[in-house]
């Protein structure tokens, strides 16, 4: 069956503009989770759904960060007003008896 | 806190060797532990789960075991080839439907 995918897989985008990195889950699985790998900080939970509700947002590292879930299934990450420190890839992952799939990840570049 | 810890940062062995990477944890209250493998550019790949009642899982030539009371786990890799260079990451989850919370790997490189 399809993996977790996400896109754009690669995103590059100018200081001070806004992004949007989409996640489709694999089908079924109520619960997904966004990561951030960045170099020399290893993997950093953002947030976590489940079904369309955000029981914890603890990650989310300021409020430009946000992200919504629709139908019980699509996630979107959004960060405004884009820093250079937001360059990472972030990961999407979703998960069915507590085990995580990930997604290939988007990496996002912000020159 | 949680935090996990990964030591060495990374590893070199000739191939065929039998290697164990190290895993340890600071709260011995886990829910489970996953082994993931990465692929330089490339998400990450589950390659074991092991819940905290039980002590080990074995997929092809990849051993994991854990010990919770104190706070390791370790992965064994069987004979090892190139096609297993790769990071390792260790990651646990502290409670149902929580976050996983990662170490920061371990970079295997397996010469020919």
């Known amino acids: 069956g399809a993996g977790v995918s996400q896109s754009p897989s690669n995103k590059v985008t100018e200081k001070g503009k806004d992004v949007e990195l989409r996640c489709d889950p694999i089908s079924g699985h109520t619960a997904l989770y966004w990561y951030r790998q960045s170099l020399g900080q290893g993997l950093e939970f953002l947030i976590y759904f489940q079904g369309n509700s955000a029981p914890d947002k603890s990650g989310l590292p300021s409020d430009r960060f946000s992200a919504e879930r629709t139908g019980g299934s699509v996630s979107t990450l959004t960060i405004q007003r884009t820093q250079q420190e937001d360059s990472a890839v972030y990961l999407c992952?979703?998960?069915?008896?507590?085990?995580?799939?990930f997604g290939p990840g988007t990496r996002l570049t912000v020159l | 806190k949680q935090e996990v810890t990964q030591i060495p940062a990374a590893l070199s062995v000739p191939e065929g060797e039998n290697l164990v990477l190290n895993c340890s944890f600071t709260?011995?209250?886990?829910?489970?532990l996953q082994w993931f493998r990465q692929d330089p550019g490339k998400g990450l790949t589950s390659l074991l789960l092991?819940?905290?009642?039980?002590r080990e899982q074995t997929s092809g030539r990849l051993n994991a075991s854990l010990d919770k009371s104190s706070g390791r786990s370790t992965l064994y890799i069987a004979a090892s080839q190139p096609g297993d260079s790769a990071t390792y990451l260790c990651?646990?989850?502290?409670?149902?439907?929580?976050?996983?919370?990662f170490g920061k790997g371990i970079t295997l490189s397996v010469r020919p």
């Open positions: 709260d011995s209250a886990i829910y489970n």
């Open positions: 092991i819940q905290s009642s039980q």
């Open positions: 990651a646990v989850l502290t409670g149902a439907n929580s976050k996983l919370t």
């Open positions: 992952a979703s998960s069915t008896y507590n085990e995580q799939f």
